[in-house]
């Protein structure tokens, strides 16, 4: 719904609503400047959103233009007097979707009516001058048009680039004059990201850029799952995630998609690679931990571009739906890691038996020891990040490496023996969830 005119625009505001609503009132009530598309979706063209277009090109334009809606009718001009009339020839653009050149000797014999499209008035003072006229496709759907005033062989240079820019501008005029919060519109812009029936790549890339998302940046998606969590513990959640993950250049995006799941992406330049990015996963599910919730955490293949921030969204909710699985055992699983759970899953459970005895010697895990292999094992196996990780000195760290290796007969610091460990380690989890897929 439009906002009330101001005083300066009161007269053409009552011009463009009073024929507009004309336009439309052979079909259904619809709002100013709008249509419905074969497809019933609303797609319109209001003077709220056209005329600071109109405005902010022709201070860099010599030529005058128009825009039109779905109707053929002006609904924002940089000249005076043209608001309300309907252009035959802009009707004929949007019906056959091709620009149509007026030429010196055509712009007396194309009319300009001021009235409906549908049902035509007296023709106005004004008439159709040589120029070009552009049809607007937004969402491919043919929303009106743009009208263009001058020599048609000069016009012809720029005047296709010109409507390009008409329909960005619209398209990025129409996602800020929603009744939304910049959240909202963040949300409504993931649940189409992570849809399997989504809009195009480009499309969404456009309304990114809008939304200020650098799709361009090389980023994980990760996503959380909590379940049975109150929707008033949502935004202690919520702060939670964004001050551990809002690190260096911050966040990418955050939303909350529902049925206790957040998406989120982060830049990992921000972290210097994805050793500091597992760090930071870890600090969340001990952070967490803390607030004593239920959740699982799925990181996903670091990828750029909006299809590539799709896949890489595929890849954590598919790991987090293993983690799931895997109950407590397992609360972050990265995207290299579900292949090979669901790879063990179908190992029969005697012959998991008989390489966990064999290798344990039926000695039990000390829980300390076991975080210490498991945090080990997240960091790539790097000492110093391992011990940052798990906030204890270096030499402890080691010092516990070398129990692991005296107990077990395995040194995780020995590629072999941590292989082995590293399959032992999913073994136990699988073990302790049951094993099986849902």
């Not at 252009?87 to 001021?114: F, H, M, N, P, Y």
């Amino acid at each position: 719904m439009e906002e009330a005119p101001k005083s300066g625009a009161s007269s053409r505001e009552t011009i463009v609503q009073r024929h507009n609503s004309a336009a439309n009132s052979a079909t259904i009530t619809l709002a100013p400047g709008c249509r419905a598309s074969e497809s019933g979706d609303i797609v319109g063209i209001t003077h709220g959103l056209a005329q600071p277009i109109v405005d902010r090109l022709h201070k860099v334009l010599d030529y005058p233009l128009s825009i039109t809606n779905s109707s053929g009718i002006i609904v924002a001009s940089s000249e005076e007097g043209r608001l309300g009339i309907c252009l035959e020839v802009a009707t004929q653009a949007i019906a056959t979707r091709s620009e149509i050149r007026i030429s010196e000797e055509d712009s007396g014999k194309v009319s300009a009516t001021e009235g409906s499209a549908r049902a035509p008035k007296a023709p106005a003072a004004a008439s159709a001058s040589e120029g070009i006229v552009l049809p607007l496709i937004l969402r491919d759907n043919c929303a009106g048009a743009l009208y263009v005033r001058g020599k048609a062989e000069e016009l012809s240079v720029f005047a296709s680039i010109l409507s390009v820019a008409v329909i960005s501008l619209l398209e990025a005029a129409e996602i800020t004059h929603q009744d939304s919060s910049p959240q909202q519109l963040i949300d409504a812009w993931v649940k189409n990201l992570i849809s399997s029936s989504g809009e195009d790549l480009e499309q969404s890339a456009r309304q990114a850029s809008i939304l200020g998302i650098d799709c361009s940046k090389l980023s994980a998606v990760i996503v959380i799952r909590f379940s049975l969590v109150a929707y008033s513990d949502l935004p202690l959640l919520e702060t939670a995630i964004t001050e551990l993950m809002n690190t260096g250049s911050g966040l990418h995006f955050l939303s909350y998609t529902g049925l206790g799941q957040y998406v989120c992406a982060v830049p990992v330049a921000a972290f210097k690679g994805e050793i500091e990015l597992g760090e930071t996963c870890l600090a969340l599910a001990r952070k967490l931990a803390d607030l004593r919730v239920h959740f699982h955490i799925g990181v996903g293949r670091p990828n750029c571009g909006v299809q590539g921030y799709r896949q890489s969204y595929q890849d954590a909710f598919h790991s987090a739906r293993v983690a799931e699985r895997l109950g407590d055992a397992k609360r972050i699983l990265y995207y290299n890691e579900q292949h090979i759970f669901r790879l063990l899953e179908g190992v029969p459970d005697y012959l998991r038996g008989i390489f966990i005895d064999n290798q344990t010697e039926g000695r039990s895990w000390d829980p300390v020891l076991l975080e210490t292999l498991q945090t080990y094992f997240a960091m790539n196996c790097h000492v110093n990040e391992t011990a940052r990780a798990l906030y204890i000195h270096r030499n402890t760290l080691l010092f516990r490496l070398n129990k692991i290796a005296d107990i077990y007969n395995l040194d995780p610091r020995k590629f072999h023996d941590a292989v082995v460990l590293q399959v032992l380690l999913y073994l136990l989890q699988l073990s302790e969830s049951g094993g099986k897929e849902e």
